[in-house]
């Protein structure tokens, strides 16, 4: 039998902002008042998430309905799925099979405007993002999604046009992302949703820089931004305010900040 990890459920829970959405007590709430896809549930379910934790509770609505989210809550409260679900969610189907739908739909063979990478999640290291990695291929169960992890080998793969029209999201080192836009080998303009995961490293002097850089990369009008930490000390959260846009944000666990 699969281990299921303990995730502490009764952590306080603090919410700011404008229209903060309502929170859900399970993940069933979803199919009712968001369009969830079953399989996505599903998903969710079978990967022995039974019941939100607080982030999750908070966040998944609030990402769900576009907005941009400051999320504080500590590690192991599982951040990673309060994204990952709504980013599954508003992507809505695989970038591969949108484009064989607009390749029936019109007799162009250029590529759909709307292709490219479409989510981004930005995470200090390597061995992070594989772990976010991981988290996206359970979600992706049973569809065709398309999910980098960013890397020398996959990044050489990647630098293929063809390739990375069809990629939906891409989990990344700021470092290795930033490389790859020098050289022409990756465009972010069609990037819809920016998770900086563990944001207090990515915003932070050292990866500053390349986390900027990366931010105005991704020149799409409408992107939704999310910051993703355990701590969040002040110097961070005035950047963070910088980049994002009337955030909602959720604190879980101030108790102990
Ligand atoms: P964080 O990013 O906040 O440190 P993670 O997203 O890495 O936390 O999640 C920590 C662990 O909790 C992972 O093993 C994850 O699979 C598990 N987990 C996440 N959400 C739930 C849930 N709702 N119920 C049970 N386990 C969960
Ligand atoms: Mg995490």
Redesign the pocket.
Known sequence: PKA??K?PLSHRVTTTGSNVPESISSFSDLSSRYSIAPQLLRNVEQ???????G??AYGIPTLLESRDVTAV?????????SYLLPIFSLLGSPSSSRDKKSKTASSTSSAPSGSGIRALILSPTQELAA?IYN?CLKLAQGRKWKVVLYSKATGATLAQKDVRDKVDIVVSTPLRLVAALQEGTIELNNVRHLILDEADRLLEEGFLEQTREIVSSCTHLDVQKAVFS?TMPAGVEAIAKDILSDPVRVVVGLKDA
């Open positions: 299921i990890a995730v990967n022995g998430y039974a019941i939100p934790t982030i999750q809550s500590p590690t192991g409260t599982g951040k990673t799925l772990q988290e355990a």
